[in-house]
């Protein structure tokens, strides 16, 4: 698994018209992170860029999957389950995250920026989850701007 250390591309919103519905697999971020990131990432990288099943929750706590090859973490990848806002046993946290200074990512003026995650919170149907500038946990409307960090993986044929 590949993520990147800073962001790639600008501020984006989590869904322009400020709802959660669908979750990340239907959210406006899913189509510019498959399409324009994609986009901007070199051929040979995108040759080796693996599909991957992934797993989210909705507002509502029913679970489902999509595939994809370029993803955002979920809350519960990166906060322990007291912190991921309804992201409870989707997945574990990894182990680089524990440390707060690893979820710290700055943009291209090396400031500290906050930014999107692939999960929804938890009972609202406007708000998405983020980690805040400083490496903890936050949610914000879908509408509004953060950045994006991605990630891959590359499955050796």
Request: with cysteine; aromatic share 16%.
């Amino acid at each position: 698994r590949f993520e990147t250390r800073n962001f790639i591309g600008g501020e984006v919103e989590w869904n322009e018209y400020g709802t959660n519905n669908g979750g990340y697999p239907d959210s406006d971020i899913r189509g510019y992170i498959d399409s324009t990131i994609w986009g901007l990432l070199p051929e040979d990288l995108q040759a080796v860029i693996s599909d991957v099943d992934r797993e989210w929750k909705d507002k509502d706590g029913n679970c489902g999957t999509y595939i994809t090859k370029l993803f955002l973490p979920a809350a519960s990848e990166v906060f322990d389950e007291d912190n991921c806002y309804g992201d409870k046993g989707l997945y574990k946290q990894l182990d680089y995250y524990k440390d707060a200074r690893n979820r710290i990512r700055v943009n291209e003026d090396r400031y500290t920026r906050a930014y999107w995650l692939a999960s929804v919170v938890s009972g609202l149907s406007m708000d998405a989850c983020r980690v805040n500038n400083d490496g903890y946990a936050n949610y914000w409307h879908a509408y509004s701007l953060s950045r994006v960090p991605v990630c891959f993986i590359i499955f050796k044929n």
